[in-house]
Structures are given as C-alpha cells and as structure tokens.
C-alpha cells in the first residue's frame, strides 16, 4: 500500500507502480467518486474499450410465458 500526500493546492501523485499496473498516461481523465468514506479514482475510456469485452456470453435465459 502507497501513502499519498495532499499538496496545499488539494493535489496528489499517482504512485508509479500504481500508473503502470493501470496503464494512466499523461493528460488521462480519471473519475473521482467519492464511496462509503473513500476516494475511488477510476479511469474514464472510451466505449469503444469495451467492445467484445461480453463476447461469449450466455444469453440463452429462461423467460417467464408472458415474455416470449
């Protein structure tokens, strides 16, 4: 676990080890959520990133009579 310090103008370096594991590049967006007491700052990519990422999904699911 990496300690992070807050500047006086409220801002922070993402660790090193933590930007590579992620892949964040320099002027990358990240969302900042703010979540049961903790900052989560997650990075914004484009929808285009998750193409694919369902393929081979199940789809075939049991419906109830008056949905057919």
Known sequence: MSTITVSSKYQI???AKIRAALGIKPGEKLHAIEYRGRIELVPVRPARAARGSLQGIHTD???EADRT
């Open 13 to 15: 370096v993402i660790p």
């Open 61 to 63: 699911v049991p419906r």
